[in-house]
């Protein structure tokens, strides 16, 4: 198989060091695989997108080169990457989720009384210029920053999701301390962000250590992956949030009437 010439490049973690774990039976080489497999799946970095020689990689996470190299071999063997003698590794995972419609007014109904039910802690907030696949899909020019947001909600103290959202505003209200008081559903409709379609995706993967040790689990445990995209009047994308949810903690359930199941049958 071949992959375009391509300029992107995997961003890893700041620390990416600091997100593997010595004192877990899980061998390094399968941590990292792990953490890169998640971030592939997500959708970054995108089809075609060059992959850190085994030399950055073992650097980066502060690892031997065999151990770099057998975890780039394991992203090849579950066909995510494509490594070339002479080009080097990349991406050939397509992130493409298929969309499921469901009614719109039902799904927000829903996703008032969750946040109205349950506690979040805000982890991150600012306004981030975000990677080129992120800033496609809202059709940004380069530079251009979104409202980015980190966050772990819980029910009665128990952690369940772990939250990361990119809006398209920068209106001063919207901020992490509305965030961790108030559901982004109120903050949008009090900044006037009308969601006309929203489309959601579900995937499984497996939690690297930053995820693990906020839902407090092992890391490469599989979690729930939900991906929801919403949209305003006009059909423009306004925000896009990616949520893995602990999978003993929470499930996700849809009731589907006849006239829905007709498409998929």
């Known amino acids: ?29 399968h941590q990292i695989f792990n953490i890169l497999r998640t971030k592939i799946l997500a959708g970054d970095p995108v089809y075609g997108a060059q992959m850190p020689t085994e030399f950055g990689l073992a650097d980066a996470f ?5 151990t770099a190299k057998r975890a780039l071999d394991e992203l090849a063997n579950a066909g995510l990457v494509e490594r070339q003698r002479g080009r080097g ?7 493409e989720p298929m969309a499921m419609h469901v009614p719109l007014v039902g ?4 996703l008032h009384i969750l946040a109205e039910s349950t506690e979040v802690q805000v982890i991150e907030f600012g ?26 909600r819980s029910h009665h103290g128990t952690p369940f999701g772990y939250y990361t959202s990119w ?7 919207f901020n992490a301390q509305a965030l961790a008081s108030t559901s982004r559903l109120k903050l949008f409709e009090r900044l006037g962000i009308r969601l006309k379609q929203v489309r959601q995706s579900l995937s499984a993967v497996n939690a690297d250590a930053m995820v693990a040790m906020h839902l407090q ?23 896009l949030l990616n949520i893995l949810y602990h999978p003993e903690q929470f499930s996700y359930q849809m009731t589907l009437d006849p006239d829905d199941l007709a498409p998929v049958i």
């Open 1 to 29: 198989m071949s992959v375009p010439d391509s300029v992107a490049v995997l961003q890893l973690p700041s620390t990416p060091r600091d997100l593997l774990r010595a004192d877990l039976p899980l061998p390094l080489y």
């Open 62 to 66: 502060g690892v031997s080169r065999i």
């Open 89 to 95: 590794t990349h991406v050939i995972h397509r992130a």
């Open 107 to 110: 799904l927000l109904e829903n």
């Open 127 to 152: 306004q981030v210029v975000p990677p080129a696949p992120i800033r496609e899909m809202f059709g940004l020019a380069p530079g251009e920053p979104l409202a980015r947001a980190v966050r772990v």
């Open 167 to 173: 809006t398209l505003t920068h209106h001063e209200d």
């Open 217 to 239: 689990m092992e890391p490469g445990s599989a979690v729930l992956a939900l991906e929801r995209r919403s949209y305003d009047e006009s059909g423009r994308l306004v925000d």
